[in-house]
Structures are given as C-alpha cells and as structure tokens.
T-cell receptor
Framework: DARVTQTPRHKVTEMGQEVTMRCQPI?????VFWYRQTMMQGLELLAY????????DSGMPKDRFSAEMPDATLATLKIQPSEPRDSAVYFC???????????????FGPGTRLTVL | AQSVAQPEDQVNVAEGNPLTVKCTYS??????LFWYVQYPNRGLQFLLK??????LVKGSYGFEAEFNKSQTSFHLKKPSALVSDSALYFC?????????????FGSGTRLQVQP
C-alpha cells in the first residue's frame, strides 16, 4: 500500500530556530505539493513541483520559507527563522501527471504538526 | 480564480439515515471536483472525483457525489450513515483552463453521526 510519508510528525521549536520538514512522495509520482492547514485559514497551497521543478510557490512567504526537491524521492520545506504564526499542520501530497492528461489525484501524507513557541 | 464554498460548518445525522454534505464551486471554465475526508490527526484521504461523464460519481466507503453544472454544486451523499463516517470533509476544485494543478479547498464540514 503506497503512501506519502512525512517526517517529523511533530515538531516543537522556539521562535527564530530553523525548521526542516521532509516528504517522501509515492514512488513513481511526479508531482509534489506542500499545503498548510490552520484553523483560521484552512488548507492553503504553499508550493507545487512537477518533475522536481518548482512550478508554483506563490503561496509561500519568500523571506523565510523555501521548498526544494533534491531528488525524486525527497521534498523538503524549510522555515528560517521560524515564527509563532508558522504554527500549523504542514501536509505534503503527491500525484502522477501523464502527458496530455490532467486528472491526477493528489495523495496526502499524515502531516507535520509544527508548534513555534 | 477558482473557489469552493462549504456552507455548513457541521452536519449532524443519525446512524442509518442518509447524509448530504454540501459544496458549491466557482471556476472560469470547466471544473475538476474532489472530495477528501480527514480523520483526527491524519492526512486527507481521497474519496472521489468528477472529471467528466456521468454526473453521479461513486467513490470509497459507499460515498457518492452529484455534479450539477447549472447549480455549480457537487454535494457529497451517502444513503446510510455510519458512526465511523464521523470526520472532517473537504470539497476541492481545480479549474481546468488555468492549468494550475493545485487544488483550492473549501473550509471543511464536520460530519457527526450519532448512534
């Protein structure tokens, strides 16, 4: 049963510290998404990759957030420096886009619950 | 721009009764529509999607959804609710012409099924 995995599942840190969240997409998937979930804002897209290339990071605060895909099996989301308002659950999702087709379904990981004190 | 509205924060239904969770959308072209479910402390799980074809889409766990283009709705339904269906349900849309593959999610509806 293929799944998206995320580490860590929980992270508590102090304001100003660097936070790195990792995601392993489903093997063979070529799209990766990072979402943030908060009570106030709901689910928001932060970044989107296709074939490891960033295609949309318009939802991500550029001054402190960065997202990368070092290889096809690893996506990272980094916050530096972290702030209390970054406290949220961060979800990674992956999908498979075939040439000429647009019906990819996104499969979500379990999320990383981040608390910034 | 694409948007989704889930007008009910919570839906309460008795076990065995039919349930409906409402969703309306707004897109500039034709939509791809999705339903996801989230259990406590878990990620979102895919339930079903509408791409094209029959307006009634069947998905996991006995759920189905009806696409209504004239009313721009995509309500989630189940003929007989189970206590284990209690969870948070999200409707999502993607606007085909824009090519933006990211989904826009609704605010979520909490379904509570009473025994």
């Amino acid at each position: 049963d293929a799944r998206v995995t995320q580490t860590p599942r929980h992270k508590v840190t102090e304001m100003g510290q660097e936070v790195t969240m990792r995601c392993q997409p489903i093997l063979g998937h070529n799209t990766v998404f990072w979402y943030r979930q908060t009570m106030m804002q709901g689910l928001e897209l932060l970044a989107y990759f296709r074939n490891r290339a960033p295609l949309d990071d318009s939802g991500m605060p550029k001054d402190r957030f960065s997202a990368e895909m070092p290889d096809a099996t690893l996506a990272t989301l980094k916050i530096q420096p972290s702030e209390p308002r970054d406290s949220a659950v961060y979800f990674c999702a992956s999908g498979l886009v075939l040439a000429g087709e647009g019906t990819d379904t996104q499969y979500f990981g379990p999320g990383t619950r981040l608390t910034v004190l | 721009a694409q948007s989704v509205a889930q007008p009910e924060d919570q839906v309460n239904v008795a076990e065995g009764n039919p349930l409906t969770v409402k969703c309306t959308y707004s897109v500039s072209g034709n939509p791809y529509l999705f339903w996801y479910v989230q259990y406590p402390n878990r990620g979102l799980q895919f339930l079903l999607k509408y791409i094209t074809g029959d307006n009634l889409v069947k998905g996991s766990y006995g759920f189905e959804a009806e696409f209504n283009k004239s009313q721009t709705s995509f309500h989630l339904k189940k003929p007989s609710a189970l206590v284990s269906d209690s969870a948070l349900y999200f409707c999502a849309v993607r606007d085909i012409p824009t090519g933006r593959r990211a989904l826009t999610f609704g605010s979520g509806t909490r379904l509570q099924v009473q025994p």
